[in-house]
């Protein structure tokens, strides 16, 4: 395997309603995937160790506020932007060479730059006010350290953008695994520095942590996209007229990024106001389905959305086959995992976080909050996958018809529920209103003339579900055999908690895909045949 995947486009034929090229995409996912998970894992760690030293305490419900808040700067901007700057950049490619896209992608990232400074230096000057707004239930303390925490964190969006826009472009170039692996070195860096400052600096060695590893994560990104830039001799091109069209198209796309980051702010609004600890709980739970998301979804979507904007250009019956090929691939992967996060909750935050002064009460909130945020992963998916297919066409507009009514949803039975049910509550007004929005993206996409949804999909859905079913049968049978998985006993070691949870999950896996090859699931065929051909070839070539 080289370095990083380099690949044709995929052909604009397919058969029997799925998408061109598979097989090749299904190896391809699988390799990012797997970067993914060991990057994320590793930056995972720091959770625990956050809630180790500190519980789920006043402390880091203002590490996680001031955290959230530099997330959803960098998420409303370049969330909404990058989607219409990354097909420019690939028209510009087939139009104008390679030479003018990168000096155009040079020129957005000097303006942005600029801007995200102006920005910092803004909120600074109202430091106090923005943390107040965003989470006005804080105590007088957590309020403080959240206000100090916000000002190591400034630059955050800034660092975080440059490494987004180079990897984007590098993807483009279909390079993937590359700019996966950048963040590698980031989180390795990140959490030696965790460790060696928390004596020193307390919470606050989180925050000076998490920024170093941006920082090193765009110092790996970048020697490939600058060498990339200087072999076609670009440099950024501040008045190229296509920043204009890149801005025109992006500010729907901007403006539907901040309604969907009104949701963490919803989740923050009403959860500050909670118990002290109860946000942090919270966090901690969403941080392990956070885990999931972006080692599952970001995967699929970094190798698929390339391939929407080359079949957009195409034509919209390939678009079509690729958002559908892509919303089956997210559930075949994402509705298993739902299914075990729900039943393993307990066992798996115990070993995750409950050491130190993380105390059984945390662990059965945080629990509690895995296994409802868990339901959101489907819809999620779901949303992803299909908001792809329309910044693949330039139309960052449709979108909004449907998340408006979404986050109102969300604002509206958050209201309702928080005062009755609490962390419960909250978090079930979160993925219902989820789900509410990846239907009507289903809905408003058939609507456009890309029907994701039909009568064969349905039908494999179905097979999923009882894949899944299968699965979740097999593990209630061995469940009594390991003790790893009796849900509230605290008594278990930590060390045979982890083997049987490892056991549960290899089962489950075998389980699952035994089932959808016995079911005659056409992906997983195709899959497992592109595996094998796979062995056979490198056994062929070992002399």
Not at 154 to 160: G, H, I, K, N, S
Not at 378 to 404: C, E, N, Q, S, W
Not at 426 to 451: D, E, I, K, Q
Request: a positive charge.
């Amino acid at each position: 395997m080289t370095p990083w995947v380099e690949g044709p486009a995929p052909p604009a034929a397919a058969t029997e309603g799925d998408a061109p090229g598979t097989s090749g995409v299904m190896v391809t996912t699988f390799w990012v995937a797997l970067l993914f998970l060991a990057t994320r894992a590793l930056g995972f760690v720091r959770e625990p160790l956050v809630a180790a030293f500190y519980g789920a305490s006043a402390a880091t419900d203002a590490f996680y506020v001031a955290l959230g808040i530099v997330n959803l700067i960098y998420a409303i901007a370049l969330g909404g932007l990058v989607p219409s700057v990354i097909p420019v950049f690939a028209k510009k490619r087939r139009r104008d060479g390679d030479a003018r896209a990168w000096s155009f992608l040079g020129g957005f990232g000097a303006w942005s730059s600029l801007v995200f400074v102006a920005a910092a230096l803004a909120m600074l000057a109202a430091e106090d006010l923005v943390v107040s707004l965003f989470a006005p239930g804080l105590s007088v303390e957590a309020h403080a350290t959240a206000v100090e925490l916000f000002r190591w964190l400034m630059l955050l969006p800034l660092v975080t953008s440059l490494a987004t826009i180079m990897s984007q472009a590098l993807n483009c170039h279909h390079q993937f695994v590359l700019p996966a692996a950048g963040p590698l070195a980031g989180n390795a860096i990140s959490l030696v520095l965790f460790l060696a400052l928390v004596p020193y600096l307390g919470i606050h060695a989180a925050a000076l942590a998490v920024m170093v590893g941006l920082v090193m994560q765009t110092i790996v990104v970048a020697p490939s996209a600058l060498a990339r830039a200087r072999r076609f001799g670009a440099r950024p091109a501040l008045r190229d007229p296509d920043l204009g069209t890149a801005l025109r198209l992006g500010l729907p796309g901007v403006g539907a990024e901040a309604l969907l980051s009104v949701w963490p702010f919803i989740i923050v609004f009403f959860g500050s106001a909670l118990p002290a600890g109860t946000y942090a709980s919270i966090q901690f739970g969403g941080k392990v389905q956070v885990l999931f998301l972006d080692v599952l979804v970001a995967a699929v979507g970094v190798v698929m959305f390339p391939r929407m904007v080359q079949a957009a250009q195409r034509g919209t019956g390939e678009l079509r086959d690729l958002g559908r090929f892509t919303v089956r691939l997210m559930i075949m992967i994402l509705l298993p995992v739902t299914v075990l996060l729900v039943a393993l909750r307990y066992p798996l935050i115990q070993l995750i976080y409950e050491r130190r002064v993380f105390l059984p009460e945390a662990t059965a909130r945080t629990a509690t909050a895995l296994g409802i945020f868990a339901l959101s992963l489907v819809p999620l998916g779901i949303k992803d996958a299909v908001m792809r297919t329309f910044y693949a066409v330039h139309d960052v507009r449709t979108p909004f018809r449907a998340i408006i009514p979404a986050v109102l949803l969300d604002v509206v039975l958050s209201a309702a529920l928080v005062g009755r049910f609490g962390l419960p509550g909250l978090l079930a007004a979160f993925s219902a209103s989820a789900a509410f929005l990846a239907a009507a993206l289903l809905w408003l996409a058939a609507r456009r003339g890309t029907p994701i949804v039909d009568a064969r999909f349905g039908r494999i859905v179905a097979g999923l579900a009882v894949a899944t079913v299968v699965m979740l049968a097999a593990l209630w049978l061995v469940s009594p055999a390991l003790p790893g998985l009796q849900g509230r006993s605290g008594s278990v070691p930590m060390l045979v908690r982890l083997r049987d949870l490892t056991v549960a999950a290899g089962l489950c896996a075998v389980v699952y895909g035994g089932a959808l090859l016995g079911l005659r699931d056409s992906v997983a065929t195709r899959a497992l045949g592109s595996t094998v051909e796979r062995v056979r070839g490198w056994y062929g070539r070992r002399p």
